[in-house]
Each structure stands twice: as C-alpha cells, then as structure tokens.
C-alpha cells in the first residue's frame, strides 16, 4: 500500500513450517507487526524475479517483520490469509486423482516450485476436487437409479389401482345384491303388517260395538265404558277446578244424577252379562296377538328400513366382529307366514262370534237410549250454561288486568323517569361541589363569604333536597308498582283458575260429549 508516493515492502515467508498451516475454509485472522516502516521509492513496478530478491525469510529476521501487513489493507488479495507451505499430498488426495502415478509426479513437480503464497491455497484445494468424468458417472448412476425405482413404483400402482377397482366394484355389486334382498323383505312385512293392521282395525270396531252392547246391557259396564265412564270423567275433571271456581253448580248435579241414572239402567239385562264378558275376552285375545304381532312387524320393518337406508357414509357404522356367526332365528319364512295367517284367521273367527253376540242384544239397545238420551242432553245444556257464565267473568278479569298493565307499564317509566332526574343532578351536584372546593383555595383575604359562595352552598342544598325529594317519590313510585304487581298477580291467578275451568268444561267435558255413545252408534257399526 503506497502513502505518499511510497510502496511499502511486503514481507516474504521463510521456508515452510506445517505448524502454521491453515487449512481451506478455516477463518484466516490478520496480523499486525510492529516497528518502523521503511519506505522504497519504486518508478516502476519491480519483477518477479526481482522482488523475490528483495523478500526477507524469517531466518534472518527471528522476530515478526514489521513490514508484513494485515489482508484488509490489500484490495488485491484474496479474503483469506495464506502463507507459503510445502505439503505432502496424503493417499486420499492421490485416489481422488485418475492417474496416481502422474498426479504424484505433478506434486513432485510442483513441490520444487516456489509458489506464492497467494497462490498456495487455491493449489491445495485443486488436489482435493473431482473430475469431470467422476462428476458426469455420479449423474448417471443417479439417473438409472430413479428411473429404474419409479419404473417399480409404477407398476406397483397399475396394479394397486386394477386390483382396487376389481374389489370395489365386487363390494359393491354383493351390497347392492343385499340392499335388494332386504327391499324384498320389507315389502313382505309390508304386506302381512298391512293385513294386520286391517284386520286389527276391524278387530277394535267389533269389540267397541261389542262394548257398546254389553255397557248398555249392563249399565253399570256399559255406562263405565262410555256415557257413565265420560260422566264420570268429566266429574273427575272438574274436581280439578281451583280456587273459587270448585263449587257444586248445576252441571255437577246433573252429572251425579247421570250417573246414577246408568246404574239403575245396569240390573235390566243381566242375563246376557256373562256371555257378552265371554266374548269380549275372546275378542281381546285376539286383538293382543295381532297387536303384538303388528308391533313385532313395526319393529322389524324399522329395523330392516333402518339397514337397508345404511350406505358407506352413514353415521352409526362400525365393527362388531363376530356377528356373522351368531344365528339366534327362531323361525323360517314358511313358518314366519302361517304364523301371521293364523292369527288373522283367528280373529276373523271370533269377529263373526261378536257379531252373533251384538245381534242378541240389539233388541234391548232402544229401552234405556231414551232416558240416558234426555239426561245426556241436560247435562250438556248445564255445561254450557255455565261455560257461558265462566267466560263473562273471564272477560271481565282480563279488561281489568289490561287496565292494571298498562298502569304498571306507565308507573315503570315513570320510575325511570325519576331515576333519569336523580341520575341528572348528579352533574349539577359535582359543579356546585368542585366550585366550591376551588374556591377553597383563594389566598387569605380573597376566601371571603361572597354571593357567589353564598349561591354555591345555597345550590348544594338545593341540589340535595331536590334529590331527596325525588328519591322519596322514586320509593312512593316503587310501592305503588309493587301493589300494581301484587294486583297484578291476583288478577292473574285468578284468570288463571278462570281458564282452567273452562279449559276443564270447554275443551275435556263438552268435546267427551259431542256425539252420545249409546245404540244409534252401535247399530251404525252393525
């Protein structure tokens, strides 16, 4: 590096020594020598050959030369700091080599040679590389490598694939396959749960026609079952009204008279009590097994409804191993049919047996309509007498529990009101109270009892009384809405018991009693 015209003389490294050696890649560090510069005046740049005269080897000087400079003031050199070394070539720099014998002779060579020490590295990492044949072999083998793996690969998936396919469509052609067999047995269960269900509705009728003769044969029974049971009913409803609706009015006279005029009705055809009871047991025999059997259809449709809706992507599918090999069937299809068809049969049976029973007693249908008719009709017009009655007073209690909402909707927001007041002087408080205690602050003789103090205190207390005043209306408010409430509630509940018991007369009694279930229904049916 030239100062002022003046080059100095680099430092030149004395013969080789391996202990300071510094290996390719290593983290080189700068060197600083001390002592005085000496400065050579150069016109030109001297040669090579020249300048290797004028290095200095570190024989004659034992000490660093205080000429050798650090590499961040040389531009020209490399970034790494070398110096000059003889190395011996090791084997694996030799193997690495195509010709072992002229790599060894170039070392050998080169080794007479006195390279710079600039250019020392760059020749050791020379000796370490590969060729350029090693470099293309490595691509090719890489080459065949992959292109034999992924010949592997691919054939390994054509087949993956062919063979998937082949089982996915074998799936899917033994599920359709079942998917169809269950279709079949549904419709079969179908067809007998239909032939069930028809036959129990017929079943029902007879044995309510049937009941229809026996309650009016024995009125007790018959009664029970239907008029004396719906009178009964409807006295047992109305034992729920509340309150001050649970009094002994008309319609619960003319229900007691009713019933007792069932009763009385029930001693005229005991004779024929015992084979009408007779014959209700058979019917109720035969409709719980058609009715059983009709549930055990029901469940079994479902079910197999239920399997045969199950795709791939359902919910609710999961492994049970093992369920293949259980086999807990009781029944074949033969069997499973003539099963059902006995059942039919046997109420087909006993049918025609009721008819025979009903036909027995239809003479005896017209004694007792007339009486239970009238009755009927009395206890309806008392019902509705009083139904009518019911609604008046209900009517009434809701005008004036509107009256009493609509004051307590008016007595709320006038309790917000006062809270909106009471939270409004709260600003007006804070002023007059931080004015004054501002003021508080005056020096000496200016704390003086002004009109402006005077108004200030007169404003606090102001301010208090009126927020007082207010709250003493705000808890008049507050109690006035509380026996609003109170009123309220009682207008309520009794609205309430008022409901009930039309609810009670109206919608359970009066729609029990719509159509009076006595002979005309029975011959009807017949």
Not at 10 to 18: E, I, L
Not at 399 to 414: A, G
Request: with cysteine; net charge neutral.
């Amino acid at each position: 590096m030239a100062t002022c015209g003046a080059v100095t003389q680099p430092q030149v490294a004395g013969p080789p020594n391996f202990s300071n050696v510094e290996y390719l890649g290593a983290t080189s560090t700068s060197t600083y020598m001390t002592g005085p510069r000496q400065a050579v005046q150069f016109t030109q740049l001297p040669t090579i050959g020249t300048m290797q005269n004028q290095y200095k080897t570190y024989d004659t000087y034992p000490a660093p030369s205080p000429m050798r400079r650090s590499l961040t003031t040389l531009p020209w050199r490399p970034s790494t700091y070398y110096q000059s070394a003889k190395v011996n070539p090791c084997t694996a720099v030799t193997r690495s080599m195509p010709d072992p014998m002229s790599a060894r002779t170039q070392l050998s060579e080169l080794d007479s040679l006195k390279v710079p020490p600039v250019f020392a590295a760059a020749r050791n990492a020379l000796y370490t590389r590969f060729t350029t044949n090693d470099w293309m072999a490595s691509n090719q083998g890489n080459y065949l490598a992959s292109d034999r793996v992924r010949g592997g690969s691919e054939r390994l998936r054509m087949d993956t694939m062919r063979l998937c396919k082949e089982y996915d469509d074998k799936t899917k052609r033994t599920q359709a396959d079942v998917g169809k067999r269950l279709g079949e047995r549904i419709g079969d269960i179908n067809f007998w749960k239909t032939e069930l269900n028809h036959e129990l509705d017929l079943m029902i009728t007879e044995t309510n026609a049937l009941n229809e003769a026996k309650r009016i044969l024995e009125k007790n029974l018959a009664e029970t079952e239907n008029p004396l049971h719906i009178a009964q009913e409807c006295l047992y409803n109305r034992e729920k009204r509340q309150s001050i609706d649970l009094v002994h009015d008309n319609p619960e006279k003319e229900l007691i008279r009713e019933v007792d005029l069932i009763k009385r009705c029930q001693e005229r055809m005991r004779n024929t009590i015992d084979r009408a009871n007779v014959q209700l047991g058979l019917n109720r025999a035969a409709q719980h097994e058609l009715e059983r059997d009709t549930g055990d259809k029901f469940i079994a449709e479902n079910l197999d409804t239920t399997t045969h809706m199950l795709r791939n992507t359902s919910r609710g599918i999961a492994y049970h191993d093992g369920v293949h090999r259980i086999d807990n069937t009781i029944s074949v299809p033969e069997t499973w049919a003539k099963y059902t068809n006995d059942n039919i049969q046997r109420s087909q049976s006993e049918r025609l047996a009721s008819k025979n029973m009903r036909n027995e007693i239809e003479c005896v249908i017209n004694t007792c309509n007339n009486e239970m008719w009238m009755e009927w009709n009395a206890v309806n017009t008392a019902l509705s007498a009083r139904i009518q009655e019911t609604t008046d007073a209900r009517n009434k209690i809701q005008l004036h529990l509107n009256r009493s909402l609509q004051e307590i909707y008016d007595m709320e927001k006038n309790i917000e009101l006062l809270k909106k007041s009471i939270q409004d002087k709260e600003a007006p408080m804070q002023v007059a109270q931080t004015r004054l205690d501002t003021r508080l602050r005056r020096p000496n003789v200016e704390l003086c009892r002004d009109a402006a103090h005077n108004r200030l205190v007169e404003e606090v207390g102001e301010i208090t009384d009126t927020v007082d005043h207010l709250q003493h209306k705000l808890r008049e408010a507050e109690n006035a809405l509380q026996a609003l409430l109170r009123t309220k509630g009682a207008l309520e509940q009794d609205l309430s018991i008022k409901n009930t018991t039309l609810f009670i007369d109206r919608e359970k009694c009066m729609a029990m009693r719509k159509t009076f279930p006595m002979a005309p229904r029975l011959v009807a049916v017949g």
